[in-house]
């Protein structure tokens, strides 16, 4: 459920209006729901509710200061993968004993960085990146917490680029060295362990590689007790998956994979650690645009937007589809029309769906990317030198800008000529 909907034939974010936001910070723009957002996050309380745990917003997924104060505020902890995020989660207002930091290439300076300003824990993903943990903390006189994060070799049957608990994939430590490896980590100075970590992929949309991989998450706890560490959290992972097409089934709800949790570790007696970041926030987020032009090809029409793969990459680099509405309801019985819909990127690849039936559109007309609240604007750019777009959060009848659009003057001012040239 999200609460974009249409009111007297127009579609609205919460009591918002898109066209009272479009007129004011202009197309394209990526706009928020608070209450979307405050609504999924519970979602995920409500699904663990029958034990100790924290649900940690994976950042990576959508990084804006205000949506992370939002879910900070409700008490979601934080899943970060940078040292920036780190900033990020923490400037919002996030303490740091609800930070966990994922990611394969902590450097040694974003360690140190977080292990001054206080850690949950670290989801350590190698040997070299344990050993560098344990010398810079022994260095600095304190103890890091830490999650080995073990690779299950586990399908979770997702896109290829967004799998990560295959034994190919770059992640983690394979769970058949995991003994060996804790063993280490218990000797090292400066570390202390706390639990195991995993997480097989994105956008999953069936709980049974969830339930492979946490059986043998369970095995793998049982031996590590019976070696003697003291195993107390256990880090799950995210990646349960949303409908981007309104028209197919829906994917598992969160109360379904809290009882795949109780089932297969609930009676361990361990805190359980989740880090959702899309379900959280995809359908709490549209991208609006407008029309530019309408272009009569051979065989095919297409409709120009003034949104382009800079600001919304999914649908160019996984072929991900993203249901697309105008924002002026049509009238009952309005036939539909293929188009391919396209931005003005110089690139083929700037399309966003071909032969997607729409009601007939003209230019300046509005249109609505539904489920676009992550890995939307956390991966846009300025190719083409076209200004990142504004981000907007709307509560009720109140909507701010919580990202502004650049002007082409600051834009320019951030490259330097050199005096030489």
């Known amino acids: 459920m999200d609460h974009f909907l249409y ?18 910070v202009g197309t394209p723009f990526y706009v928020y729901s608070t209450a979307t957002l405050a609504r999924h996050f519970q979602l995920f309380e409500e699904a663990l509710g029958w034990t100790d745990h924290l649900v940690c917003f994976a ?4 990084s804006n200061l205000a949506v992370l104060k939002v879910l900070g505020d409700l008490g979601a902890g934080m899943d970060v993968v940078s040292g920036g995020e780190y900033r990020r989660a923490r400037a919002a207002g996030v303490p740091g004993e609800r930070v966990v930091f994922s990611g394969v290439g902590k450097t ?16 350590v993903e190698s040997e070299p990146e344990l050993l560098a943990i344990s010398d810079i903390a022994s260095a600095m006189g304190v103890t890091a917490p830490i999650a080995l994060r073990v690779n299950p070799d586990v399908d979770a049957k997702t896109h290829e680029k967004i799998a990560t608990g295959k ?21 090292l100075p400066g570390i202390e362990v ?18 492979a991989a946490f059986l043998k998450v369970r095995e793998l706890t049982e031996a590590l ?9 256990l880090d799950l992972g995210g990646g349960l998956g949303i409908p981007y097409e309104r028209s197919n089934s829906a994917p598992p709800l ?6 795949v949790i109780r089932g297969t570790v609930g009676d361990l007696g361990c805190e359980i650690e989740i880090e959702p970041g899309r379900l959280i926030s995809g359908n709490a987020g549209l991208l609006v645009s407008s029309v530019i032009y309408l272009k009569q090809g051979e065989g095919r029409d ?28 049509p009238a009952p019985g309005t036939e539909a029309a293929p188009y391919d819909i396209v931005g003005p990127v110089c690139e083929t690849g700037d399309t966003f769906a071909k032969g997607r039936p729409l009601t007939p559109l003209g230019p300046g007309d509005l249109v609505a990317f539904r489920s676009a609240g992550a890995y939307g604007a956390v991966m846009a750019s300025e190719y083409n030198s076209r200004p990142l777009i504004p981000e907007v959060l709307v509560k009720g009848s109140e909507f701010a800008v919580i990202r502004a659009r650049p002007s082409f003057e600051e834009m320019l001012s951030r490259d330097t000529i050199p005096e030489w040239l």
């Open 108 to 123: 040694r300076e974003e360690i140190a960085y977080v292990l001054e300003h206080g850690i949950r824990q670290f989801n």
């Open 167 to 187: 034994s190919e994939n770059k992640f983690g430590i394979p769970i058949a060295k995991a003994r060996a490896v804790y063993a280490e980590a218990a000797s």
């Open 59 to 62: 950042i990576k997924s959508n």
């Open 302 to 329: 297409f409709l120009i937007l003034d949104a382009a793969m800079n600001d919304l990459v999914r649908p160019s680099m996984y072929n991900a589809h993203h249901d697309i509405v105008p924002v002026v309801e």
């Open 7 to 24: 009111r007297d034939g127009i579609l609205h974010a919460e009591d918002v209006a898109l066209p009272e936001i479009a007129a004011a």
């Open 254 to 259: 969160p109360i379904e994979y809290g009882e």
């Open 194 to 211: 706390v639990g195991i970590d995993v997480h097989i992929g994105s956008q999953l949309t069936d709980l049974t590689p969830f339930e």
């Open 225 to 233: 007790r019976a070696d003697g560490h003291d195993i107390r959290r």
